[in-house]
């Protein structure tokens, strides 16, 4: 299982593009990068996930280079209701049956200020 | 609401007693996993079932065991309770693991 390496925290201000780095230099073949958002209390939500290239949904981007060694979570323009910790997991999909250690690691804690 | 529920919400027990933990899936999702979060701390990867069977175990103590039921819900058991055993416990559910996973709102367990 790759192991990734996030900052521990950030500071942004609202309005601002706040970017998460992940790093996952031991990512395999069939890893796919996903991300999650965890407010205090409360389990973590699902924002995105992608491969390679290029990821977009309506809350996020998810941009990944050639190599695959890191990955970088974008969110446009945050609000204060953005301060969350948020996690980068790296794990093969495992399809239907395989298991599938999910490990999360300590997770950036973005703080949004007004 | 995510659609997986997790009962009960809160659980207040004296050490060494047994509690026990229930979810219940997502409508349509076969695989349920386990996690616990202590305070200020990031989460820990307890359990995995698929339809009923296990499929990936983490650092699970062995005074807690896990089940997945033929109706797809699971149970966590946990025994022997110490004071350290107090987090929040979440389940979560997943069609396949590449589709992402969908978290029970948690169980917070206090061991006094």
């Known amino acids: 299982l790759a192991k990734t390496t996030q900052p521990i925290s950030m500071d942004s201000y609202e309005g601002q593009e706040v970017n998460i780095t992940c790093s996952h230099n031991?990512?395999?073949?069939?890893?796919?990068i996903t991300w999650y958002q965890q407010f205090p209390s409360q389990g973590p939500r699902f924002i995105i996930q992608g491969y390679k290239t290029k990821v977009t949904n309506e809350v996020a981007s998810l941009f990944i280079p050639a190599d695959r060694k890191s990955s970088t979570l974008s969110l446009p323009r945050v609000s204060l209701s953005d301060t969350a910790v948020y996690y980068c997991?790296?794990?093969?999909?495992?399809?239907?049956?395989?298991?599938?250690?999910?490990?999360f690691g300590a997770g950036t804690r973005l703080f949004v200020k007004a | 609401d995510s659609g997986v529920t997790q009962t009960p919400k809160h659980l207040i027990t004296a050490t060494g007693q047994r509690v026990t933990l229930r979810c219940s899936p997502r409508?349509?999702?076969?695989?349920v996993y386990w996690y616990q979060q202590s305070l200020d701390q990031g989460l820990q990867f307890l359990i995995q079932?698929?339809?009923?069977?296990?499929?990936a175990k983490g650092n699970i103590l062995e005074r807690f065991s896990a089940q997945q039921f033929p109706d797809l819900h699971s149970e966590l058991n946990l025994s022997s309770l110490e004071l350290g055993d107090s987090a929040l416990y979440f389940c979560?559910?997943?069609?396949?693991?590449?589709?992402?996973?969908?978290f029970g709102s948690g169980t917070r367990l206090t061991v006094v």
């Open positions: 031991n990512i395999a073949t069939n890893d796919y």
């Open positions: 979560a559910s997943s069609v396949t693991a590449g589709s992402g996973y969908t």
């Open positions: 997991l790296v794990g093969d999909i495992g399809g239907k049956i395989g298991g599938f250690k999910t490990i």
């Open positions: 409508s349509g999702d076969l695989s």
């Open positions: 079932y698929y339809n009923g069977e296990e499929r």
